[in-house]
């Protein structure tokens, strides 16, 4: 396999900077279309070492493609993500300063929150206390959109989580900001969705619990070994997931921006 970026290499990193993100299967697909188009060693099951030579280069640029799971449905996900924090990745991002500020409270709604969920409701209530500058609820509910559609924010029946990409992107940053946010016990991953148990505290994520009581009819805390309080049954379907939405040039929200 080659060790050095080819034109398959190149390829492939173009159509992520296009889409921020892309699931696992269309990964796979893209490797090996590249590789045969342009005549390079192929083999399915090389992706990640793939993805690795890409990220040779990428890291001196305090740039890399991530490997994440959706906290959704469990499905396998890669993302370009900045590894820069610092004052310098502020130019990164052409959102108004506002926005971000709208940005930042609604991800504190949601990190915060029991569910992992804010509603459209909590959030457009914020728009005319923002310091920056005041929004109105329409303006602030574009801006909304904007962010599900930059991939930064995911929404389903008015309420809105992050999405898989901001959370693979600003992984430090929230682990640095909310002291209270937990890693899942069986991916140790973010876990911004997910049960906990109400004896010890651990969480988990949907698709993590439906795999691990699968088997067991009486599920027990992989912790601290008491009864897991949350229903197990039917959490989350093989074919649940939803499809992202139609992609575009993406804007990039730093870390360092969020502070």
């Not at 590894?83 to 990164?92: D, F, P, Q, R, S």
Request: net charge neutral.
């Amino acid at each position: 396999m080659a060790s050095h970026m080819t034109d398959s290499h190149r390829r492939f990193l173009q159509v992520l900077m296009s889409n921020g993100i892309i699931d696992a299967v269309e990964a796979r697909r893209l490797h090996r279309f590249f590789c045969e188009q342009h005549k390079v060693y192929y083999a399915h099951d090389k992706l990640d070492d793939f993805v690795g030579v890409i990220n040779t280069f990428l890291r001196p640029l305090f740039m890399e493609i991530r490997k994440g799971r959706s906290e959704d449905h469990g499905k396998m996900f890669y993302a370009l993500v900045n590894l820069a924090i610092t004052e310098a990745t502020k130019v990164a991002s052409d959102y108004a300063e506002n926005e971000l500020e709208l940005f930042k409270k609604t991800m504190d709604l949601i990190v915060e929150s029991e569910s992992g969920y804010a509603s459209s409701t909590s959030i457009l209530n914020l728009s005319d206390k923002l310091q920056s500058k005041k929004m109105k609820k329409k303006e602030a509910e574009q801006v909304l959109q904007m962010f599900v559609q930059d991939k930064w924010l995911s929404e389903r029946h008015g309420e809105y989580t992050l999405h898989t990409r901001c959370i693979m992107e600003l992984d430090q940053y929230i682990c640095e900001t909310y002291q209270d946010v937990k890693k899942c016990n069986i991916c140790h991953s973010l876990a911004i969705q997910g049960q906990s148990c109400d004896t010890c505290g651990i969480k988990m994520h949907l698709p993590c619990v439906a795999k691990y009581f699968k088997s067991q009819p009486e599920p027990h805390c992989p912790h601290c070994n008491e009864v897991w309080p949350h229903e197990t049954r039917d959490i989350v379907r093989p074919d649940s997931y939803l499809p992202s939405n139609t992609p575009r040039t993406s804007r990039r929200v730093s870390s360092s921006e969020t502070k």
